[in-house]
T-cell receptor, first 114, second 112 residues
Framework: QKEVEQNSGPLSVPEGAIASLNCTYS??????FFWYRQYSGKSPELIMF????GDKEDGRFTAQLNKASQYVSLLIRDSQPSDSATYLC??????????????FGTGTRLLVSP | KAGVTQTPRYLIKTRGQQVTLSCSPI?????VSWYQQTPGQGLQFLFE???????NKGNFPGRFSGRQFSNSRSEMNVSTLELGDSALYLC???????????FGPGTRLTVL
């Protein structure tokens, strides 16, 4: 089992729809969770972070965290073609060294059609 | 505030050569992490440095090494390059509180 799992997609949604991206993680001790957006040929860009159970909204983006189910999701409302990118879920946990380590999923490719 | 910078942006080397990549973190950030990204393997963690000490290391051979300087700038070195080392090498910095990492633009390494 991978530490952070995401469906690779592509997830196709029409313009204006809600895109729902999901991520599960294996380490119950994980404390903080991040969503990155990566356009083709570019580096990942941090778009959301969440530390507590529940929802966190920022503009058209909502991150949802359920620690009991070890599940984190990202909702993108009013999806635009410019949202087409790969979305990486990252989970911060304690490594064997005792220090924090950020673990990334393989990403979900989102395609928003006009 | 300036973002994470990486130099060079592009590099072409031949098998057997060695390469050094440089990363300057966001001002005030003391943690620097390095990743390798390839189309087939996604984002693979190489190592992480904090206050000049390597704190975490990924599953890469000893040909991959790194260091961090007192000003938090970091370098990574790959010796005896192989074709499979062709990748985008990304550096990310953080304040280390919640490990909120910010990425640089990357160095694209091509090994011929």
């Amino acid at each position: 089992q991978k530490e952070v799992e995401q469906n690779s997609g592509p997830l196709s949604v029409p313009e204006g729809a809600i895109a729902s991206l999901n991520c599960t993680y294996s380490d119950r001790g994980s404390q903080s969770f991040f969503w990155y957006r990566q356009y083709s040929g570019k580096s990942p860009e941090l778009i959301m972070f969440i530390y507590s159970n529940g929802d966190k909204e920022d503009g058209r983006f909502t991150a949802q965290l359920n620690k009991a189910s070890q599940y984190v999701s990202l909702l993108i409302r009013d999806s635009q073609p410019s949202d087409s990118a790969t979305y990486l879920c990252a989970v911060n946990r304690e490594a064997d060294t005792g220090f924090q380590k950020l673990v990334f999923g393989t990403g979900t490719r989102l395609l928003v059609s006009p | 505030k300036a973002g994470v910078t990486q130099t060079p942006r592009y590099l072409i080397k031949t098998r057997g050569q060695q390469v050094t990549l440089s990363c300057s973190p966001i001002s005030g950030h003391r943690s620097v992490s390095w990743y390798q990204q390839t189309p087939g393997q996604g984002l693979q963690f190489l190592f992480e440095y904090f206050s000049e000490t390597q704190r975490n290391k990924g599953n890469f051979p000893g040909r991959f090494s790194g260091r961090q300087f007192s000003n938090s700038r970091s370098e990574m070195n790959v010796s005896t390059l192989e074709l499979g080392d062709s990748a985008l090498y990304l550096c990310a910095s953080s304040l280390y509180r919640n490990n909120e990492q910010f990425f640089g633009p990357g160095t694209r390494l091509t090994v011929l």
